[in-house]
Protein backbone atom coordinates (compact mmCIF):
# COMPACT_ATOMS: atom_id res chain seq x y z
CA UNK A 1 0.00 0.00 0.00
CA UNK A 2 3.18 2.22 0.77
CA UNK A 3 4.12 1.93 -3.31
CA UNK A 4 0.66 2.74 -3.92
CA UNK A 5 0.54 5.52 -2.05
CA UNK A 6 3.61 7.11 -3.29
CA UNK A 7 2.76 6.68 -6.80
CA UNK A 8 -0.30 8.40 -6.13
CA UNK A 9 1.46 11.14 -4.22
CA UNK A 10 3.21 11.81 -7.85
CA UNK A 11 0.08 13.72 -9.27
CA UNK A 12 -1.92 12.89 -12.07
CA UNK A 13 0.70 14.80 -14.41
CA UNK A 14 3.23 12.32 -13.59
CA UNK A 15 1.28 9.25 -12.76
CA UNK A 16 -1.17 9.31 -16.11
CA UNK A 17 1.69 9.62 -18.77
CA UNK A 18 3.54 6.34 -17.15
CA UNK A 19 0.04 4.49 -17.10
CA UNK A 20 -0.78 5.25 -20.73
CA UNK A 21 2.64 4.79 -21.75
CA UNK A 22 1.83 1.50 -20.24
CA UNK A 23 -1.17 0.83 -21.62
CA UNK A 24 0.13 1.57 -24.90
CA UNK A 25 2.56 -0.92 -25.04
CA UNK A 26 0.47 -2.89 -24.32
CA UNK A 27 -1.73 -1.96 -26.83
CA UNK A 28 1.14 -2.67 -29.65
CA UNK A 29 1.99 0.84 -29.98
CA UNK A 30 5.52 1.49 -31.05
CA UNK A 31 7.45 2.27 -27.83
CA UNK A 32 8.92 6.16 -29.36
CA UNK A 33 4.85 6.77 -29.92
CA UNK A 34 3.67 5.41 -26.65
CA UNK A 35 6.29 7.75 -24.95
CA UNK A 36 5.66 10.50 -26.90
CA UNK A 37 1.70 10.39 -26.26
CA UNK A 38 2.30 9.91 -22.40
CA UNK A 39 4.41 12.71 -21.98
CA UNK A 40 2.04 15.29 -24.19
CA UNK A 41 -0.85 14.09 -22.03
CA UNK A 42 1.59 14.71 -18.64
CA UNK A 43 2.77 18.19 -20.34
CA UNK A 44 -1.40 18.82 -21.29
CA UNK A 45 -2.33 18.37 -17.81
CA UNK A 46 1.31 20.89 -16.27
CA UNK A 47 -0.57 23.36 -18.75
CA UNK A 48 -4.14 23.04 -17.61
CA UNK A 49 -3.34 22.94 -13.91
CA UNK A 50 -1.57 26.26 -14.71
CA UNK A 51 -4.10 27.63 -15.79
CA UNK A 52 -6.56 26.25 -13.73
CA UNK A 53 -4.66 28.10 -10.75
CA UNK A 54 -4.44 30.84 -12.43
CA UNK A 55 -8.34 30.82 -12.20
CA UNK A 56 -8.03 29.98 -8.41
CA UNK A 57 -5.60 32.99 -7.58
CA UNK A 58 -7.81 35.10 -9.10
CA UNK A 59 -11.49 33.86 -8.23
CA UNK A 60 -11.18 33.19 -5.02
CA UNK A 61 -9.79 36.19 -3.38
CA UNK A 62 -12.45 37.85 -5.25
CA UNK A 63 -14.72 35.69 -3.90
CA UNK A 64 -13.69 36.35 -0.73
CA UNK A 65 -13.66 40.14 -0.93
CA UNK A 66 -17.45 39.77 -2.03
CA UNK A 67 -18.45 38.09 1.16
CA UNK A 68 -16.72 40.93 3.24
CA UNK A 69 -18.00 43.64 1.60
CA UNK A 70 -21.45 42.22 2.12
CA UNK A 71 -20.96 41.83 5.12
CA UNK A 72 -22.38 37.89 4.87
CA UNK A 73 -21.72 35.67 7.59
CA UNK A 74 -20.06 32.70 6.40
CA UNK A 75 -17.85 31.05 8.82
CA UNK A 76 -16.66 27.98 7.13
CA UNK A 77 -14.31 27.67 4.02
CA UNK A 78 -14.25 25.40 1.09
CA UNK A 79 -11.18 24.01 0.65
CA UNK A 80 -11.36 22.41 -2.92
CA UNK A 81 -10.91 19.10 -4.27
CA UNK A 82 -6.59 18.99 -3.82
CA UNK A 83 -7.17 19.04 0.30
CA UNK A 84 -10.10 16.28 -0.14
CA UNK A 85 -8.62 13.97 -2.56
CA UNK A 86 -5.08 13.80 -0.03
CA UNK A 87 -7.37 13.56 2.88
CA UNK A 88 -8.90 10.21 0.86
CA UNK A 89 -5.80 8.50 -0.07
CA UNK A 90 -4.33 9.04 3.11
CA UNK A 91 -7.35 7.37 4.94
CA UNK A 92 -7.00 3.19 6.04
CA UNK A 93 -9.18 2.76 3.19
CA UNK A 94 -7.61 5.04 1.06
CA UNK A 95 -5.15 3.72 -0.98
CA UNK A 96 -7.21 0.97 -1.28
CA UNK A 97 -9.61 2.06 -3.85
CA UNK A 98 -7.19 2.02 -6.51
CA UNK A 99 -6.90 -1.51 -6.83
CA UNK A 100 -10.35 -1.93 -5.67
CA UNK A 101 -11.86 0.38 -8.68
CA UNK A 102 -9.39 -1.41 -10.70
CA UNK A 103 -10.28 -5.13 -10.21
CA UNK A 104 -14.03 -4.07 -10.34
CA UNK A 105 -13.11 -2.77 -13.91
CA UNK A 106 -11.80 -5.55 -15.36
CA UNK A 107 -14.60 -7.77 -13.51
CA UNK A 108 -17.43 -5.92 -15.34
CA UNK A 109 -15.16 -5.67 -18.64
CA UNK A 110 -15.11 -9.30 -19.10
CA UNK A 111 -18.05 -10.39 -18.27
CA UNK A 112 -19.81 -7.33 -20.28
CA UNK A 113 -21.47 -5.16 -17.98
CA UNK A 114 -19.68 -2.00 -19.08
CA UNK A 115 -17.89 -0.59 -22.15
CA UNK A 116 -15.72 2.13 -20.63
CA UNK A 117 -12.10 0.86 -19.47
CA UNK A 118 -10.93 3.88 -17.02
CA UNK A 119 -7.59 4.64 -17.34
CA UNK A 120 -8.14 8.38 -14.96
CA UNK A 121 -6.52 6.35 -12.17
CA UNK A 122 -5.59 9.76 -10.65
CA UNK A 123 -9.79 10.34 -9.89
CA UNK A 124 -10.33 7.17 -7.79
CA UNK A 125 -9.99 9.95 -5.15
CA UNK A 126 -13.80 9.88 -5.22
CA UNK A 127 -14.08 6.07 -4.36
CA UNK A 128 -11.64 6.78 -1.95
CA UNK A 129 -13.29 9.76 -0.40
CA UNK A 130 -16.71 7.74 -0.11
CA UNK A 131 -15.41 4.70 1.33
CA UNK A 132 -13.45 6.54 3.76
CA UNK A 133 -16.61 8.63 5.16
CA UNK A 134 -18.11 5.58 5.37
CA UNK A 135 -15.59 3.39 7.58
CA UNK A 136 -14.96 6.90 9.68
CA UNK A 137 -18.82 6.66 10.39
CA UNK A 138 -19.40 3.13 11.24
CA UNK A 139 -15.62 1.68 12.09
CA UNK A 140 -16.52 -1.30 9.48
CA UNK A 141 -13.82 -2.24 7.43
CA UNK A 142 -15.87 -3.99 4.75
CA UNK A 143 -18.91 -1.88 4.18
CA UNK A 144 -16.09 1.23 3.61
CA UNK A 145 -14.29 -1.78 0.35
CA UNK A 146 -18.30 -2.04 -0.26
CA UNK A 147 -19.21 1.15 -0.57
CA UNK A 148 -16.28 1.78 -2.92
CA UNK A 149 -16.99 -1.26 -5.01
CA UNK A 150 -20.76 0.35 -5.37
CA UNK A 151 -19.16 3.37 -6.28
CA UNK A 152 -17.15 2.44 -8.59
CA UNK A 153 -20.10 0.05 -10.73
CA UNK A 154 -22.02 3.36 -10.52
CA UNK A 155 -19.23 5.61 -12.03
CA UNK A 156 -18.52 3.09 -15.19
CA UNK A 157 -22.75 3.09 -15.54
CA UNK A 158 -22.53 6.77 -16.01
CA UNK A 159 -19.76 6.89 -17.87
CA UNK A 160 -21.55 4.15 -20.71
CA UNK A 161 -24.62 6.22 -20.29
CA UNK A 162 -22.96 9.29 -21.47
CA UNK A 163 -20.38 8.10 -23.49
CA UNK A 164 -21.91 8.97 -26.92
CA UNK A 165 -23.37 12.14 -25.82
CA UNK A 166 -19.46 13.26 -25.34
CA UNK A 167 -18.51 11.88 -27.66
CA UNK A 168 -20.91 13.63 -30.31
CA UNK A 169 -20.74 17.13 -28.61
CA UNK A 170 -16.91 17.14 -28.00
CA UNK A 171 -15.65 15.67 -31.17
CA UNK A 172 -13.76 12.89 -29.00
CA UNK A 173 -13.79 9.30 -30.58
CA UNK A 174 -14.03 6.51 -28.09
CA UNK A 175 -13.82 8.81 -24.65
CA UNK A 176 -16.12 8.44 -21.81
CA UNK A 177 -15.35 10.04 -18.28
CA UNK A 178 -15.95 8.03 -16.03
CA UNK A 179 -15.08 11.10 -13.61
CA UNK A 180 -16.51 11.44 -9.59
CA UNK A 181 -16.93 15.36 -10.40
CA UNK A 182 -18.81 15.38 -13.43
CA UNK A 183 -20.67 11.85 -14.08
CA UNK A 184 -23.20 12.60 -11.46
CA UNK A 185 -24.33 15.64 -13.71
CA UNK A 186 -26.33 13.27 -16.03
CA UNK A 187 -28.49 12.05 -13.37
CA UNK A 188 -29.28 15.79 -12.92
CA UNK A 189 -29.04 17.01 -16.69
CA UNK A 190 -30.98 14.15 -18.36
CA UNK A 191 -34.45 14.58 -16.77
CA UNK A 192 -34.03 18.64 -16.79
CA UNK A 193 -32.99 18.62 -20.55
CA UNK A 194 -36.22 16.20 -20.94
CA UNK A 195 -38.27 19.02 -18.65
CA UNK A 196 -37.06 21.70 -20.46
CA UNK A 197 -37.78 20.66 -24.27
CA UNK A 198 -41.35 19.82 -23.50
CA UNK A 199 -41.88 23.46 -22.10
CA UNK A 200 -43.20 25.92 -24.02
CA UNK A 201 -41.16 28.87 -25.29
CA UNK A 202 -38.07 27.63 -22.84
CA UNK A 203 -37.97 24.96 -25.39
CA UNK A 204 -37.10 27.76 -28.14
CA UNK A 205 -34.13 28.60 -26.45
CA UNK A 206 -30.97 28.27 -28.04
CA UNK A 207 -28.24 30.42 -26.68
CA UNK A 208 -25.32 28.28 -27.35
CA UNK A 209 -21.71 30.17 -27.75
CA UNK A 210 -22.09 30.17 -31.36
CA UNK A 211 -25.40 31.58 -31.72
CA UNK A 212 -24.52 34.32 -28.84
CA UNK A 213 -21.65 35.40 -31.05
CA UNK A 214 -23.42 35.81 -34.13
CA UNK A 215 -25.88 37.73 -32.99
CA UNK A 216 -23.77 39.80 -30.18
CA UNK A 217 -20.85 39.77 -32.83
CA UNK A 218 -17.14 41.04 -30.54
CA UNK A 219 -19.22 40.32 -27.60
CA UNK A 220 -20.38 36.94 -28.35
CA UNK A 221 -16.64 36.60 -28.35
CA UNK A 222 -15.71 33.78 -25.35
CA UNK A 223 -12.14 35.99 -24.59
CA UNK A 224 -14.51 39.15 -24.49
CA UNK A 225 -17.49 37.35 -22.29
CA UNK A 226 -14.32 36.44 -19.82
CA UNK A 227 -13.20 39.79 -19.64
CA UNK A 228 -16.45 41.33 -19.32
CA UNK A 229 -17.49 38.56 -16.69
CA UNK A 230 -14.31 39.37 -14.85
CA UNK A 231 -14.35 43.16 -14.66
CA UNK A 232 -18.12 42.32 -13.46
CA UNK A 233 -16.62 40.04 -10.51
CA UNK A 234 -13.91 42.92 -9.82
CA UNK A 235 -17.06 45.53 -9.40
CA UNK A 236 -18.61 43.39 -6.67
CA UNK A 237 -15.62 42.99 -5.31
CA UNK A 238 -15.24 46.64 -4.59
CA UNK A 239 -11.72 46.00 -6.15
CA UNK A 240 -9.25 49.10 -7.75
CA UNK A 241 -9.76 49.80 -11.50
CA UNK A 242 -6.45 48.90 -11.56
CA UNK A 243 -7.22 45.45 -9.56
CA UNK A 244 -10.46 44.86 -11.88
CA UNK A 245 -9.01 45.42 -15.00
CA UNK A 246 -6.07 42.93 -14.34
CA UNK A 247 -9.04 40.53 -13.05
CA UNK A 248 -11.01 40.91 -16.50
CA UNK A 249 -7.59 40.09 -18.55
CA UNK A 250 -6.72 37.03 -16.55
CA UNK A 251 -10.09 35.75 -16.92
CA UNK A 252 -9.75 36.69 -20.82
CA UNK A 253 -6.66 34.49 -20.47
CA UNK A 254 -8.25 30.99 -18.93
CA UNK A 255 -10.91 31.45 -21.73
CA UNK A 256 -7.95 31.16 -24.51
CA UNK A 257 -5.69 29.40 -22.62
CA UNK A 258 -7.64 26.61 -21.56
CA UNK A 259 -8.78 25.33 -24.93
CA UNK A 260 -5.16 25.71 -25.95
CA UNK A 261 -4.20 23.33 -23.09
CA UNK A 262 -6.66 20.81 -23.67
CA UNK A 263 -5.72 20.41 -27.55
CA UNK A 264 -2.64 19.21 -26.21
CA UNK A 265 -4.42 16.69 -24.11
CA UNK A 266 -6.38 15.48 -26.86
CA UNK A 267 -3.12 15.36 -29.01
CA UNK A 268 -1.76 12.64 -26.69
CA UNK A 269 -4.65 10.67 -26.13
CA UNK A 270 -5.96 10.46 -29.84
CA UNK A 271 -2.81 7.76 -31.02
CA UNK A 272 -4.03 5.50 -27.54
CA UNK A 273 -7.58 6.00 -28.45
CA UNK A 274 -6.96 4.53 -32.16
CA UNK A 275 -4.88 1.86 -30.64
CA UNK A 276 -7.26 0.92 -28.37
CA UNK A 277 -10.15 0.44 -30.67
CA UNK A 278 -7.71 -1.62 -33.07
CA UNK A 279 -6.74 -3.75 -30.17
CA UNK A 280 -10.33 -4.31 -29.67
CA UNK A 281 -11.69 -5.39 -32.85
CA UNK A 282 -8.93 -7.36 -33.04
CA UNK A 283 -9.26 -9.64 -29.86
CA UNK A 284 -12.97 -8.92 -29.51
CA UNK A 285 -14.55 -8.63 -33.12
CA UNK A 286 -18.30 -6.89 -32.71
CA UNK A 287 -17.41 -5.01 -29.22
CA UNK A 288 -16.90 -1.85 -28.50
CA UNK A 289 -14.57 0.01 -25.71
CA UNK A 290 -14.90 3.86 -24.46
CA UNK A 291 -11.76 5.42 -22.87
CA UNK A 292 -12.49 6.54 -19.51
CA UNK A 293 -10.30 9.96 -19.18
CA UNK A 294 -10.81 12.88 -17.19
CA UNK A 295 -13.37 15.63 -17.74
CA UNK A 296 -10.52 17.98 -17.90
CA UNK A 297 -10.75 17.54 -21.77
CA UNK A 298 -14.10 19.02 -22.00
CA UNK A 299 -13.36 22.33 -19.85
CA UNK A 300 -12.06 24.21 -22.85
CA UNK A 301 -15.03 24.23 -24.25
CA UNK A 302 -16.44 27.73 -25.01
CA UNK A 303 -20.01 27.01 -23.33
CA UNK A 304 -18.59 25.29 -20.32
CA UNK A 305 -15.98 27.84 -19.84
CA UNK A 306 -18.71 30.72 -20.22
CA UNK A 307 -21.37 28.91 -18.23
CA UNK A 308 -18.65 28.30 -15.56
CA UNK A 309 -18.06 31.66 -15.33
CA UNK A 310 -21.57 33.16 -14.64
CA UNK A 311 -21.62 30.19 -11.97
CA UNK A 312 -19.10 31.78 -9.61
CA UNK A 313 -21.61 35.04 -8.51
CA UNK A 314 -24.53 32.17 -8.68
CA UNK A 315 -23.01 30.31 -6.64
CA UNK A 316 -22.21 32.40 -4.54
CA UNK A 317 -25.45 34.06 -3.97
CA UNK A 318 -26.99 30.32 -3.92
CA UNK A 319 -24.38 30.13 -0.47
CA UNK A 320 -25.50 33.49 0.71
CA UNK A 321 -29.28 32.62 0.98
CA UNK A 322 -29.17 28.77 1.57
CA UNK A 323 -31.12 28.32 4.56
CA UNK A 324 -28.76 27.02 7.63
CA UNK A 325 -25.33 27.61 4.96
CA UNK A 326 -22.21 28.39 6.86
CA UNK A 327 -19.76 27.63 4.30
CA UNK A 328 -18.33 30.08 1.79
CA UNK A 329 -17.15 28.09 -1.53
CA UNK A 330 -13.56 28.98 -2.38
CA UNK A 331 -11.50 25.95 -3.42
CA UNK A 332 -13.86 24.35 -5.91
CA UNK A 333 -14.76 27.78 -7.59
CA UNK A 334 -12.21 27.05 -10.01
CA UNK A 335 -13.42 23.66 -10.78
CA UNK A 336 -16.99 24.26 -11.50
CA UNK A 337 -16.72 23.55 -15.20
CA UNK A 338 -15.47 20.02 -14.48
CA UNK A 339 -18.22 19.84 -12.32
CA UNK A 340 -21.00 20.46 -15.19
CA UNK A 341 -18.68 18.95 -17.88
CA UNK A 342 -21.44 16.27 -19.05
CA UNK A 343 -24.45 18.19 -18.48
CA UNK A 344 -23.03 20.80 -20.78
CA UNK A 345 -22.81 18.04 -23.42
CA UNK A 346 -26.62 17.00 -22.74
CA UNK A 347 -27.60 20.46 -23.17
CA UNK A 348 -26.17 20.33 -26.75
CA UNK A 349 -24.82 24.16 -25.81
CA UNK A 350 -27.59 25.49 -24.92
CA UNK A 351 -26.06 26.01 -21.54
CA UNK A 352 -26.20 29.51 -20.42
CA UNK A 353 -29.32 29.93 -21.05
CA UNK A 354 -30.52 26.77 -19.29
CA UNK A 355 -28.02 27.18 -16.86
CA UNK A 356 -30.11 29.97 -15.24
CA UNK A 357 -32.96 27.70 -16.03
CA UNK A 358 -31.57 25.26 -13.26
CA UNK A 359 -30.36 28.12 -11.15
CA UNK A 360 -33.56 29.62 -10.69
CA UNK A 361 -34.91 25.92 -9.95
CA UNK A 362 -32.66 25.27 -7.03
CA UNK A 363 -33.09 29.10 -5.35
Known sequence: MEVIQWFVSLGAS??????????????GIKPGRAFKAGLTVGIGFVGLNLVINLLTSNLGPAAQAMVKNYD?????????????????YGTVLGSMAIPVSIIVNIIL????????????????????????????????FWL?????????????????????????YYNLPNITFPHGSSAPGLLVAIPLNWLFDRIPGINKIHLDPETV??????????????????????????YSIAKTLQLGINTAA???????????????????????????????????????????LAVGQSSVLS?????????????????????????????????????????????SGRLLEVQLILL
Open 144 to 168: GIYTMVVHAMLIYLLADMGAKTVQK
Open 307 to 351: SSLILVPLTLLIAVFLPGNKVLPFGDLATIPFMIALMAAVFRGIF
Open 72 to 88: LHLSSIDVGWPAASAIA
Open 254 to 296: VMMLMPRMVSLLMEGLTPISEGANEFVQKKFPGRHLYIGMDSA
Open 213 to 238: QKRLGIFGDSTVMGTIIGIVIGLLAK
Open 14 to 27: VMLPILLFIFALIL
Open 109 to 140: LFIGITKTLDVDIWNYWHVAFTGSLVYAATSN
